[in-house]
């Protein structure tokens, strides 16, 4: 802008310079051909008298450098010139000044002379005799006025030119230091120049709304981050190379990247050919969906293509874990696939036997022994359905009503109803400690004991024992049952509160059970905030620690 400022300067004074140049010689043109017209004038009426009186002898002592006399008779013939041989000159009858002196007694002209070729001024009069006396000088041009001041007008040109250099660049600077300093936070607090007023008033009112919007933009990218850094799912955001622009904390986890991420192509963050061919078929086709496995977890991939004005903008990675989702959609599977199997096997033993009954084909002494299968199987079969339903509502998480329950009081209970069966396995059962009070699902807690006393019983060795410790430690209660059975294999041990998991299948009918007690005591335990330790070794017993909270 100074730069601008200085050269419109250095022109308009230079303008001004030629300009002033140009008038100056001007008047000074017109006032030395008027100076020169009226010396014309005064020297031929003093030559025109001395003529009168002396005739053409006047000029035989006559000399003059500046002026030119020259005398033309009537005719036009030339009778006298003081600079030119007159039998060289042709006639001058066709001169202006000629004619008019002639015919008014005085004329002027101004021309080029042929013989002298240069422009001259003429003023001429005539004779008492009738001759014409006409005098003439050269006319100054301007040209040669110009040449004649040339010096003086190169000093002017110079001196001015660095006086004009030197007060344009301060009236530059002083121009712009007021712009330079003016505080463009709060652009209309020192207004220089009115002419600026209103641009300032417009900038002052744009940088009030870029600085509002800056807030607004500021606080919803604070709200993005603070959204997709507290989301559970992993979120990548690509742009249309492929490039990754944001990705939060979840997504960090999952793919084991820090923030140095961000900037990277999404095939360095994600080495996963299946993922990289995903993403390139969602900017193809706008959605691709993918489950993988990354370390033992089960993940599901969403990835969706942004535009904006039909223009591709790059996609979003949406990455959900459903590990828990797709054992459980197993699990329901297995369940559904058990309990048709769990029904369908006592069911079918039923129906043989009352088959057998109704047809008549069972002997009279074997009709007890049909009739003792279907009681058991019916009694097998309601087992199971009261185990499912169990499992049921405690998959539900409905709320029971707690109450403060004696743990000893219950484990009594429950081991006097599976007495009976330890002494059908001839296995000793007994109770440990004394009264332990917590707050919890009366009924819950008595399955608790019972399916872990009655799994010890059932794959326990002839003669052995079942043992039901009650007790607190680290101001935690805890109980525990021991056995000294056949024990669990440690490939079998991450799956035997399962349902319907069973480490020896083949023994299944021989032992009884439905294959849920252990899973009911896994949810019942989780009701109660309680945690569950698996000691086990093949061949040697196992003990089961279920911890409840204080």
């Known amino acids: 802008m100074k730069k601008k400022i200085f050269r419109s300067i250095i022109t308009v004074a230079l303008t001004v310079m030629v300009a002033s140049l140009v008038i100056a010689s001007s008047f000074l043109y017109d006032y030395f051909n008027k100076q020169q017209k009226s010396q014309l004038k005064d020297e031929l009426t003093l030559a025109s008298n001395n003529v009168n009186e002396l005739g053409l002898s006047y000029f035989d002592n006559f000399k ?68 014409v006396l006409r005098v003439s000088v050269s006319q100054v041009t301007v040209g040669t006025l110009i040449f004649i001041m040339l010096p003086t007008i190169c000093a002017i040109v110079i001196i001015s030119g660095f006086v004009s250099l030197i007060l344009s660049d301060k009236m530059a600077a002083s121009i712009v230091k007021p712009l330079g300093e003016l505080d463009l936070e709060n652009p209309t607090d020192k207004v220089v120049y009115e002419e600026l007023t209103p641009v300032l008033s417009k900038l002052n009112m744009q940088h009030k709304q870029i600085k509002r919007q800056m807030r607004e933009l500021k606080q919803k990218s604070d709200e993005f981050e603070l959204i997709i850094a507290s989301m559970k799912e992993g979120l990548v955001l690509l742009d249309k190379n492929g490039t990754v622009l944001n990705i939060n904390v979840a997504a960090k986890k999952l793919f084991g990247v820090s923030s140095y991420s961000v900037g990277a192509s999404f095939s360095t963050v994600c080495r996963n050919e299946k993922m990289d061919l995903a993403v390139k078929e969602a900017f193809l086709k706008g959605h691709t969906e993918l489950r993988e496995e990354i370390e033992q977890r089960e993940y599901q991939f969403i990835i969706n293509r942004t535009e904006s004005d039909g223009k591709v903008l790059g996609a979003v990675v949406l990455c959900f874990d459903i590990t828990e989702a797709a054992f459980a959609e197993r699990q329901r599977r297995e369940f559904t696939g058990n309990v048709s199997h769990e029904l369908k096997t006592p069911l079918q033993s039923i129906i043989g036997s009352a088959e057998l009954l109704e047809n008549g084909l069972v002997r009279l002494e074997d009709t007890d022994r049909f009739v003792g299968n279907i009681k058991n199987e019916a009694t097998r079969l309601v087992t199971l359905i009261n185990d499912i339903i169990r499992l049921s509502q405690l998959d539900e998480g409905a709320e029971s009503a707690k109450e403060s329950v004696d743990l000893y009081e219950v484990a009594k209970e429950a081991v006097e109803v599976l007495s009976a069966l330890a002494s059908k396995k001839n296995v000793s059962l007994t109770v440990n400690g004394g009264s332990t009070v917590i707050v919890g699902v009366r009924r819950y807690l008595y399955e608790i004991i019972y399916n872990l006393c009655d799994n010890a019983i059932r794959y326990n060795k002839e003669g052995g024992s079942v043992t039901v410790t009650l007790g607190t430690q680290d101001k935690n209660t805890y109980l525990s049952v021991k056995d000294t059975g056949i024990g669990i294999p440690k490939e079998h041990k991450p799956r035997i509160f399962e349902r319907f998991y069973r480490v020896d299948k083949s023994h299944s009918k021989e032992t009884g059970g439905t294959g849920l007690g252990l899973s009911i005591v896994k949810h019942a335990a989780a009701y109660h905030g309680a945690q569950i330790e698996l000691l086990s070794e093949e061949n040697k017993g196992t003990e089961i620690i279920v911890k409840f909270p204080q």
């Open 64 to 131: 003059s450098s500046i002026f030119r006399f020259t005398v033309v008779d009537a005719d036009g013939a030339v009778l006298y010139d003081s600079q030119a041989d007159i039998t060289k000159m042709g006639n001058h009858l066709d001169r202006e000044e000629i004619k008019e002196a002639l015919g008014q007694g005085r004329g002027s002209s101004s021309r080029y002379s042929v013989t002298l070729t240069e422009k001259t001024m003429y003023e001429a009069v005539r004779l008492d005799n009738g001759d």
